[in-house]
């Protein structure tokens, strides 16, 4: 069961309440009570090609959480000494990604859609892009 893996440093799986009904389910999130963080800022990924990667990248600074709306997705994480990849397929379970842990989101089925919270702004000088170095912001 996907509650009982371990995770990288400071990664968690975030559970969402969800409202069911006969009309269908209904999940809500409120940041600095459901997310460790006020939310900043939100994005989505979707109709991703097959074959393509997204993420990819570490932040220095930047924490998020992200939410598979649709569909499913693999999602690996690094933290520069742990390694573990996660099946995301779940509307009302997130992903907790800290700064400081690598991020690469693959296996995109055809209708995957993806909800990033993020903590702060786009800053493009937050993200890491290069392994190498990230292993060495990851060893400060």
Known sequence: ?????????????????????????????????????????????????????????????CSMVLFPVGGSYKIELDDGTFRCTLHMEDPHVGLLVPPGVWCRLFDFTPEAASVCLASHPYEAEDYIHDYDEFLKFVSL
């Open 1 to 61: 069961m996907m509650k009982d893996i371990r995770l990288p440093k400071g990664c968690d799986l975030i559970h969402l309440p969800n409202v069911v009904d006969d009309r269908g389910m209904l999940t809500f999130v409120e940041g600095n009570k459901h997310i460790p963080f006020e939310i900043k800022r939100i994005f989505w990924t979707y109709r991703v090609k097959e074959g393509q990667t997204r993420g990819n990248h570490a932040h220095r600074t």
